[in-house]
């Protein structure tokens, strides 16, 4: 029984040191990515193969673009909280509400194009093929999102919807 | 107390042995009772799963082949899952950086997928 336990116990600890050390090794990339400074840059730094002249490059237009964009959903927030206020006042749709709503809607489209044109501008500061698998990936989950959304209404909820208005 | 077995006393016990004649007779269907009795006590000492596998690691495990291939078994399997769990992890992780990145520069989107 000695001889086998010893035995049974040795495959179990090796088995268990195995998982452990593959498990550490498979997951040191990331790890060391979670204590960079900006993890989301050093992600983007691994999976659009940057090198380092790159990575600066982006790096500082990343930098350079956030406090813009900070502004303009500051200006966003302001229009959101005039809008909780006039709504408060008046329930009805007042031609001020709706200059209101355009007005928001302008500075979000604002918004959305200068985050496209960011995006161009990173994409050209990456490698060629890398600068355009960049921008159909960043392009797909922002400004393009939101056609994926209409889509997905029209065939899921799109005619059920139109029952319920018609009953 | 222990006994000393010497040949003297083994020759006399031979001759006691020698000379003894069992005359009572076997009770009825005596060859059938001990049969009986023989399988109720192997049915009683049938292992269970438990008995099995300390009487595998009392026997079969100490053979060199088989040990080996036990560890070598673990091992494997241990190398897979940490490798595969790595991998989960690890797509997991790029996936919340990616979608890190994109609501760094559009806080409107919530939930972004891998490129």
């Known amino acids: ?167 | 107390m222990k006994s000393i077995q010497t040949p003297d006393n083994d020759e006399h016990l031979r001759a006691v042995l020698r000379g003894w004649v069992v005359d009572t007779p076997l009770p009825p269907r005596f060859q059938d009772q001990v049969w009986q009795r023989i399988t109720r006590t192997e049915i009683r000492l049938q292992p269970g799963f438990w008995g099995s596998l300390i009487r595998l690691v009392e026997v079969a495990l100490p053979r060199p082949k088989i040990a080996l291939s036990y560890v070598a078994t673990l091992l494997v399997l241990g190398v897979a899952a940490g490798s595969m769990t790595a991998q989960v992890r690890s797509s997991h992780v790029n996936a919340d950086l990616g979608a890190r990145y994109v609501q760094s520069l559009d806080p409107y989107r919530a939930d972004t997928s891998q490129p």
Not at chain 1, 32 to 53: G, I, R, T, V
Not at chain 1, 70 to 94: F, H, M, S, W, Y
Not at chain 1, 147 to 159: I, L, N, W
């Open chain 1, 1 to 167: 029984m000695k001889k086998g336990g010893v035995i049974l116990l040795l495959g179990l600890l090796l088995g268990a040191a195995a998982f452990a050390g593959f498990y550490y090794l498979g997951t040191a990339p990331c790890r060391n990515m979670m204590h960079e400074q900006q993890p989301e840059l050093a992600w983007l730094k691994k999976e659009f193969n940057l090198s380092d002249a790159d990575f600066a490059r982006v790096t500082a237009m990343h930098d350079a673009y956030l406090p813009q964009c900070g502004k303009r959903c500051q200006v966003i927030g302001e229009q959101n909280a005039k809008l909780a206020e006039l709504l408060t006042k008046d329930p009805t749709v007042t031609p001020e509400i709706e200059s209101l709503l355009a007005e928001r809607a302008k500075t979000r489209a604002l918004c959305e194009a200068e985050m496209l044109k960011h995006f161009q501008e990173v994409s050209r500061a990456m490698p060629a093929e890398q600068g355009r698998r960049y921008l159909l990936w960043v392009q797909e989950q922002t400004v393009l999102r939101a056609q994926a959304m209409e889509s997905r209404h029209k065939t899921d909820g799109g005619p059920q919807m139109m029952e319920e208005h018609h009953h």
